[in-house]
């Protein structure tokens, strides 16, 4: 996470960063396998949020942009 830190917007740790995105994401896997676990990963109620939960984490945690495009 670390590496990436230039590019967020947030003030946590990179140690809650990265524990945060391991729970969201084991939570999507064990509610996927819990209701839907013949279906292919990324599909269904639960599977299908994945494309969702990264563009939530990159909404929150991005730099703002300015009006040329370039990252504050």
Do not use: C
């Not at 947030?10 to 676990?37: C, E, F, R, Y």
């Not at 945690?61 to 990252?71: A, L």
């Amino acid at each position: 996470m670390g590496r990436w830190r230039e590019y967020m917007n947030s003030t946590l740790s990179n140690q809650q960063v990265a524990d945060l995105v391991i729970a969201m994401m084991h939570g999507l896997t064990a509610l996927h396998m819990a209701n839907q676990p013949g279906l292919p990963v990324g599909e269904g109620r639960f599977g299908g949020l994945i494309a969702a939960a990264v563009a939530l984490f990159d909404a929150a945690w991005s730099k703002p942009v300015t009006s040329q495009g370039e990252k504050q």
